[in-house]
């Protein structure tokens, strides 16, 4: 079946660095998204990428959809304490008749150093 | 607009048991995912329900089931319960499109422990 992995696993940066994780998919997405789940919370949508070498911005944040649409990376600029969280991403898996299931990373989780 | 909402909240049980989680769905969504999501994971698939009916299942075993009811709202049970059932079952609702685009909005999860 369809996986998504996601690297690293965790990372502790100082406040003000930067901070990146990286996704990968064993097959060709038609699209991927992202998540954000605060500690105790549950995951909140970020954003969703569509067409190849697709680049998003949200404020600090960058998402980018690589050109075979099987890999994808999060970048956040100058992280701030309200970056923490676990960031996961998210591909479709299909399984017939028009059905859909989103299929989960294991996230990264960033732990900001003030 | 009231968002997912599920309950309860937490729960605890013994090993054998059986558990009935609820979810009630985004206002206008009528498509219900359930996640498994033990600690430092990320959410497991383990099926979707759409107009009252099993779509898509995941890799868990038929302990697991469920049920849409009319108004969208829906059901997880789990049997027969296991140590290893010990997690945060997240309920996700959206809206069928047709297509695999469009977000999924989870609520604040239930919280099961075995004992």
């Known amino acids: 079946g369809q996986q998504v992995m996601q690297i690293p696993q965790y990372q502790h940066v100082q406040e003000g660095e930067d901070f990146t994780t990286y996704c990968n998919s064993s097959t060709t997405l038609s699209n991927i998204q992202w998540y954000k789940q605060r500690p105790g919370g549950h995951p909140v949508f970020l954003i969703q990428?569509?067409?190849?070498?697709e680049v998003k911005k949200q404020k600090r944040l960058t998402f980018q959809f690589g050109e075979a649409k099987k890999n994808s990376s999060l970048h956040i600029t100058a992280t701030q304490t309200t970056d923490v969280g676990t960031y996961f991403c998210?591909?479709?898996?299909?399984?017939?008749?028009?059905?859909?299931?989103?299929?989960f990373g294991k996230g990264t989780k960033l732990s900001v150093i003030p | 607009d009231a968002g997912v909402t599920q309950s309860p909240t937490h729960l605890i049980k013994t090993r054998g048991q059986q558990v009935t989680l609820r979810c009630s769905p985004k206002?206008?969504?009528?498509?219900v995912s359930w996640y498994q999501q033990a600690l430092g994971q990320g959410p497991q698939f383990i099926f979707q329900y759409y107009e009252e009916e099993e779509r898509q299942r995941g890799n868990f075993p038929d302990r697991f089931s469920g049920h849409q009811f009319p108004n969208y709202s829906s059901e997880l049970n789990v049997n027969a319960l296991l140590l290893g059932d010990s997690a945060l079952y997240l309920c996700?609702?959206?809206?069928?499109?047709?297509?695999?685009?469009?977000?999924?909005?989870f609520g604040e999860g239930s919280r099961l422990t075995v004992l």
């Open positions: 206002s206008g969504h009528d498509t």
């Open positions: 996700a609702s959206s809206l069928r499109t047709g297509s695999d685009t469009g977000e999924l909005f």
């Open positions: 990428l569509v067409k190849s070498g």
């Open positions: 998210a591909g479709p898996g299909y399984s017939g008749a028009g059905s859909y299931q989103l299929t």
